[in-house]
C-alpha cells in the first residue's frame, strides 16, 4: 500500500520544461544516434578499400616479382604487410582505449595510403616491402578500429547485424579485388 502511494505522487508530478530548446539526440560513445549510420558507411568504406587494396595487390604480385627481380623476395611482399598488420592491431586497440578513435583512424587511413603510393613508386623489391610494411602498419590500425567503433556507436543487441554486413564487405573485396587486379595490371599496369 505504501508502494502505491508513492507511485501516485511520482506519476501525478507535473514535468517542468527546463529550457525551450529542441531535444539533443542520444550520444553513443561520443558519436550522436542520428549520425551513427553515417559513420557505419564510413567504416564499410574504409574497410572495402583495405580489402580491395589487398587483394588487388595479391593478383598483380606476379607481374610486379617480374618486372623488379624479385622472385627471391616473393614471400616478403606479403608477409610484410602480414607481420606489421599483427604487430599495430593489439597496439593501436589499446592506444585508441586511452586516447580516443579518431586520430588513430585518421592516421592508420594516410599510412595506409602513403605505403599504397609508395609501393607504386618503388623501384626495386626492397623499397616496395619496405612499402607494403608501411601499408600493413595502416592496414592494421584500419582493420582494428573498424571493429571497435561498432562495438562503440552500437548496443550489443544490434553488434551482431552490423557486423554481419561488416564482414560481408570483406567477401565483396574479395571476390572483386582479384578481378579488379586482374583488368589494371593487363590494361594499364602495376603502378
Known sequence: MACAGRLDILS??????????PPRPTLNNQVPADRRYWVLGAVMLVQ??????STIVSTAAPTIVDELHGLDLY?????????????????????????????FYIAGLLLFLVGSAISGLSQNMGELIAARALTGVGGGAMMVLGVTTIGDIFSPRQRGRWMGLIVSVFG?????????GGFITDHFGWR
Open 172 to 180: 565483396l573485396g574479395s571476390i572483386i579485388g582479384p578481378l579488379v
Open 12 to 21: 501525478d508530478a507535473e514535468p517542468t520544461p527546463l529550457s525551450s530548446a
Open 75 to 103: 614471400a616478403w611482399l606479403f608477409s610484410a604487410y602480414l607481420l606489421a598488420s599483427s604487430v599495430t592491431v593489439p597496439v593501436v586497440g589499446k592506444l585508441s582505449d586511452l586516447f580516443g578513435r579518431r586520430p
Open 48 to 53: 572495402f578499400t583495405a580489402v580491395l587494396t
